[in-house]
Structures are given as C-alpha cells and as structure tokens.
C-alpha cells in the first residue's frame, strides 16, 4: 500500500470558465441525444474500460463526497496531513496532493481508496463502498494512470432543466438534469457530479441527487454548481390558489409594477391597496428627503385634490437640499467617508477629510451629476492639475482649507477615497473597490475559490494588479519640494504630532502647507524588460515590451504596465462590464432604503450564489438607469411613482408573510439621522420647522463623519439609533434594529426632554400665546395682598362702628373704597387668564400636535383621549407636552410605513 508523503509544496493552478447559463424548460432542446450519458450510468459495472478526466470527473466528484468542502480536506488546515483545494478550483494543487495516496501500480491498495471506503480509519468517515459507481470511477482512473489536467477544457455553459420550479403542495418532488456543455462540443450529462445547496431549507431541500422538495409555502433558489459554474434555479410554492388565471386583473402602470405583479402571480400574492395620501406624504419625505413633512405642508398636501399631486410631490423633493443631503451620506456610507480612516490625511485638522468628502459629494448630488461621473472622479482622481507642481497643489490645498469663499467640492477628483488608512494594501483595495462599486463581496476568493460564485484565488490575484500602482503619498509626490516647504516653515525637526500642530497654526497665518497627494507610480520592470527597452532604443525602435497582467472579474487580461493610469481600464470596465453590477448594486441599494430590502439581499452581495427575488426587475432598472445616462433622479422618481412603492402597510391575507416580493410597504425603524432630525423638527416652533427642511447646518443628516467616541448630546443619539460605523466593507455598518437605548432615549434622554421645552420649541410657543406665566404670578400675589389688606379693613371698619367713632369710619371707607378700586382689574385680569381655552382651540392643538409628529390628522377616538387628558390637566401647558412625548414614543413616530 502506498502512504503518503507529507508535503508543503503547495503549487497554485486555476482557471476561470466564463459561464452562460442555459435555460431549456422542461425538456431538452435538439440536441439532447448528442448528450453522453452520466457517470453513474457509465460506471455501474467494474468491466467499464472508459478512463474518467481529472477535471470533468474525479474532482467534481470529490465535491460531491465532501472530500474538498470546508469541514474536510478542503479547509485551510486540511485534515490528517491532507489538504485539497476548496470545491475543487485548483487541478495542480489537488493533482499533486492526491498523488502521494495513489498507487498506479496496484490501485486498490491505494490509500484515495483505502480511506473513504473505511478499510483505513477516517475521521471524515464513510464516503463510498467497494463497488459502487463513486469507487468504480476513481478505482478507473487509477488504474488508466491517474493524470491531472495539463490545460484545463473551457466549460461554454451549465444548462439546468427544469430552469424553474413551482410546486403547488408540501413533499413534493423534482429532479433537476444538468447538462455540462464544453468548448469541444461535447455534451454531458454531470447531474451526479454537481453540488446542490438551497438558500432557504424551510421552503425546498435539495439532495445529493439533484431532486429538489418542497416545504412551506414561499420562494428561494436551488444554486447549482459544477467546475467554474454556479447556476440558480428559483423554487415556488404559491401561498394561494389565485395563481395564473386566478390572479385578480390589476392595474401595472409602469414597468416596475408589471414585473412586481408578474411574479406576485406567480406566488398568488395580493397585494395591498393604495397608501393614504397623508401615508404616501409622510413615507416618500423620510425616504427620499430624511425629513419629516412640516404640518402645514401636510394640511396643504390633504387639501390638494388634483391627480398628479404625488407626481409633483416627488419632484419638489427631488429639488430639495434635504434630498441631496440625505444621499450624500448614504453615497458616504457606501464610499467609507470617516475619520477615523482618513486619521491625519488632511494635515490642516482631524475632521477636514470627512467634511471635504462630504462636500464633494454634496455638491455633485445637488447638481445631479450623472454617477458614474461621480465614480469615475473618485476611480480615477488625480491630486494635481496637468501642468501643476507639487508646490502649486499644495498652495492650491492650502487656500481651500484657510478661505471659507474656496471649497474642496470644486477639485475634480476625491483622492481621499485612496488615502483611508484600510485602504491601503492592494488587497484591501481590490476588496473595497467590488464592495464600493459592484456590491460584490470577493474576499472569499483571496484565500481560495468563492463558494457561491466563480471567482477564484487567481482571479483575485490578477484583479490586485490594478492597483499596485496607486499610490497616496503622505509627504507629496516630490520630496523635494516638499521638504523645501517643510524647510521654509521650519518643522524640519518636529516629528509626528507635534509638527502636524505646527502645520495648521502656518496654514492658519496664511502660509502654504505641504498635502498629501494621490500618485500613479511607473511600472517596475524586470531585468529582462530593461535589456529589451535598452536594446530597442540602440536600434531606434519604440519598445514593445511585455507587462504586469492584471483580469477584469470574470473577463479580459489587461497589461497594467502599458497604460498610463491602469484605474482608467477599471472604469471602462464598470460601465462597459455585460455583467451590469455597477448599475445593479446603485439601483439594488436604492431600492433598498424605499423597501427595507433590497432586490438582491443582502445588498452588498451580489453574486450567482445569491440571485435577486425577482431578475427581470432588476434587469429593468439597471438596463433604464444606464440609457437615462445613470441619471439619479430617474431611479428615485421609478421606484416613487410606481404602485408598488405607493401600496399601503396594512397587509391582505395573503401577503402578510410576505419578505421578498414587494406586495406592500413593510414598516421600518426610522435611521439614525432621520430619526434624531424627526424629533428636533417635531418639537421646533413653526418657523423654525419650516427653516429646518431647507437650511442644513447642524442638522443630523450632515454629520460627516462617523465620532471617534459617542460619549452624548448627537453623536451618542446617533450611535444608539445605529448609524454607519464605516468601519468595514458592509453595508450592515449601518443597524435598522430596534433596542432598548433606542427606548429610554426618546423616553427620557436630556436631549429629547430638552427638545420638548426649548425656547425655540413649539410648546414654548403655545405656551406663550396662552399666558404669561410670570405675569400671572405677580397677579396672582397682588390680588392677595390687597385682599388681604381689605380684609384688616374690614375688621377695623366694624370696630370703629361699634365704637362709634364716626371720622376713623369715614377714614377707614375711604381706604376700603380705594383698595376695591385696586383690585377690580386685577381680578378681572386673573379671572381672564384663568379661563380654559375653548373647546375649539383644544383640537386645533390636538390636530397641530399629531400633524408634526406621524403627519396625519387625529381620529376621532384619538382626539376624544386627547380632549379628555387636556381638560382634565391642571396646567394646560403640562397637559400639551404630556401629549407630545406621547407621541414622540409611539411606533408610528419612529417608523416609517
């Protein structure tokens, strides 16, 4: 028996299939008798005399055993001395492995088959029996040599029937037929070699056979993989019968709701009725603006009854500052704008990065800047301008960061999305970058193969090669010169911290400063090229020498070393990719934010393994964000103005489970931002609620930057509420989950109790045109004194009578006579301020505090509660705050629905 040989020569090997998926239906197309039969037929016998392929047979089926999945051979460990590749990406490296366990010269003995079959111990336990097909074809291609894969077949396609499944009751079954079809024209039957996973087991299993079961009512996928290919396959079970020509004729006004409605049709989903417009109001001005509608815009917004209201609506919010704000700090969130990333990138002070960022993008929101413009100068972004020296751009920095007139907004490109200090090693920039950019997360394929899409350890590392170049040079681009600004400024002996102070008291008196700067570094070449440049340029030639390959995911090889500036190649490759994610992951987290989910979800996951709940919308919304020139108001006004953002919350019974298909507004926590803004703006006085929708300064939804500590007032509200930490590549930096700090904090947080009685406040100013508390009070205090002093009058003037001593009487009826004078308009006064507001002022209050909280008028039930609280409250005014800080708490406040 051959045992074997430990080894850590571990030779990395790989090739990517660019793979298009087949759909046939139900049968197989012409075709299908050209297609080899599958290997547990071929195999079933010991007499075969077929020789399996290393590539198309032994290593799929080594997936299939388990052989190279994670908790086995294939993990980074391996298992027992013996490590395989992860689901089988590298034929060099599993080749190579396994022929330390084979003997060629008596295969049965080999130590492959001695271990699965347990005639060796193994941990991994039984994976196969003497005998059966599995064994049979490995035991064969033993004993035809055991060859590995000296360049690897290219897989045209994976074509998987049926290409959809709709069951219509539970423990029900279907086999899946998958068909591998290879660049050399053969056809072949691989549905015993593929791996088989489910991303939703409560609604269908899958075996190690390909048939698919179902469970609960609902929708998932089957994801199919076999060598390069993953293909998802979507699995149905409608939750009721009004499916297909069951299914109610409805309204599809827009493209959007045709493929919503088509597949509700398909799940016999109906969906829900309209939103009320004091519903819609509220909705599309938290969503698209972050900003509570102010209830004089609800009153008039009510009162409008022309048909295209909404449709205008939208647009006015769409022209709002408040929209370009709320999407710039999403944009911020997406593109990792944080202090503490960018710590000491921008030597003028700590927080410049952040806000400089924050301009940046503001400013070409509001313009409406198409995105991929936007992209493309953050991709492509260059610190100086042609012809400009190291010591003109730092001049030209320096005047931005002194002259409150300049602005960074005005420089074409955002080098500080280079300069993050995570973002720094071309590994964390090939992660970030298809994070950013295409909603893709790639980092699985640094270590080994993606597990649930084709990218592959060596696709990663080509991908890096774009950005060994890109450099951000904390000290300049020219030493030189910036060690002669250094020398002019006289912090040449200064270090760290303390010359970093120095610098900003120069740029505060005037003084040009040295900045960081984003570079482009020549290619380095190698011994070789140097020799072949050299020797062309003797013969007065222009070099042809070969560089640095970098692949674009999934497609062409690039020469990096050939371009000028190889993040160009990338650009062009994000808008001219025929995969569509960078349009698919914009469009997927703008849907996102209006739904609470995205269409592909989680958003930052686009991948074959994870397919979107309804493709065909999608693909609408990428393909139409593209043609309207990537224009960012189209996406927002599409999704706004279809029925299906525009349907109520309140579920029918057939969609109240429903997650994934669109068939009602689902209510969600309010962000962090939105929500701490909703309660300032709730709690201003009118004027200033109607300043607070346009002027922006100090409201939450500008906050630039993520705080280096929450210890309170805004920053800890917004830690509570769960704003983005950009800490990481994830759009889950950002929490929408409910807590209890959430609770006490609008409960009884200094900052909301604050809020409620300011002096800027909405109850200040009731309370002012009520009464003049103060002015009671001295009221109050003079009417007793003077009752009081009538009183002793009184008392004198009977004594003095019963003594009958008639000039201390005729006195003492004067002084009565002038304190009465005294106190009759000072009890009439009091008399006045004690009055209860009319019955008609109450609900004007009542409807003003509901309008600026959950944006709609009081029931009837609601202001009858309201009435009686108020009326029955000692002080009026503690009465109206009591129902204010109601409200505030309420569920319908902090979400939006």
Known sequence: MKRPTLTSNFRFFSILAFVGVMCTGLTQESGADDVIASLRDRFQSADVSEIPDFQKHVVPLMGRLGCNGRACHGSFQGQGGFRLSLFGYDFEMDHEGLSDRIDTDDPMESYALQKPTLIEPHEGGKRMSVGEWEHTVFLKWIEGGAKGVETPLKLNALRVTPSEIEFSASH????????????????????????????????????????????????SHIVVAYDGAVVPIPVLRPVSEKTGDNFPELAATTMIDKHVVNKL????????????????????????????????????????????????????????????????????????????????VNPANRQRGS??????????????????????????????????????????????????????ADQDGLIYFWGRNNFRATEDRAIGFAYTFMGTRIQCAQCHKHPFDVWTQKDFQEFEQFFTRVNFARNGGDRKEYNELIEELGLAELKGNEQRREMSKALKEGKTIPFPELTISQPRLTGAQRRKIAEAKKKGKKPQVPGKMARLLGEQTVDVDNIDDPRTALMDWLRQSPTQLFAKAFVNRVWASYFNRGIVEPTDDLSLGNPPSNGPLLDYLAQGFIDSGYDMKWVHREICLSDT???????????????????????????AEVAYDAITM?????????????????????????????????????????????????????????????????????????????????LSSVSRQSQDESTNAAVKRRVENLERRMAQLQRQLKKAEKDKNKRLVSNLEKQLATVELQLLPLTEKQTANEEQPSEQDLESLIEEAYLRTVSRFPSEAEQTIAMTYLNDSEDLNAGIKDLMWALLNTKEFLVNH
């Open 355 to 408: 806000e400089d960022w924050y301009e940046w993008i503001y400013k070409r929101v509001a313009d409406n800047v198409p995105y991929d413009e936007i992209v493309e100068n953050i991709v492509v972004a260059n610190s100086r301008k042609p012809g400009e020296s190291y010591r003109d751009y730092s001049e030209r920095m320096s005047t931005y960061a002194r002259d409150e007139d300049a602005s960074y």
């Open 682 to 762: 709730a709690t201003l006085n009118d004027d200033r609620a109607e300043l607070f929708t346009s002027e922006l300064d100090g409201r939450a939804l500008t906050q630039t930057s993520p705080p280096r500590n929450a210890r309170g007032g805004i920053d800890y509200a917004l830690s509570v509420f769960g704003r983005s930490t950009r800490e990481s590549n994830c759009d889950c930096d950002r929490s929408s989950e409910a807590s209890l700090l959430q609770t006490l904090f609008v409960r009884n947080d200094d900052d909301t109790l604050d809020m409620l009685e300011s002096r800027n406040g909405w």
């Open 645 to 671: 953002y525009q349907r109520s919350w309140r579920p029918t019974e057939t969609n109240i489970h429903d997650e994934r298909n669109f068939s009602r507004a689902v209510p969600r926590r309010l962000p």
């Open 172 to 219: 029900q079954s279907q086999p899946l037929s998958v068909t591998a079809v290879w660049a050399d024209g053969t056809e072949e039957d691989v549905t015993c070699l593929c791996r088989y996973t489910t991303n939703d087991e409560t609604i269908c299993q899958v075996d190690e056979d390909g048939i698919v079961s179902s469970g609960e009512v609902g929708d």
């Open 265 to 344: 049709s398909k799940m016999g989903i109906i969906p829900s009725e309209t939103s009320t417009d004091a519903e819609f109001l509220r909705r599309v001005s938290l969503d698209m603006t972050g900003t509570l509608p102010t209830a004089k815009e609800v009153r008039e917004f009510l009162a409008d009854s022309s048909a295209d209201k909404r449709e205008r609506k939208i647009d006015e919010l769409l022209e709002s500052p408040a929209y370009a704000a709320w999407w710039t700090t999403q944009l911020c969130d997406w593109t990792g704008c944080s202090d503490q990333t960018l710590n000491n």
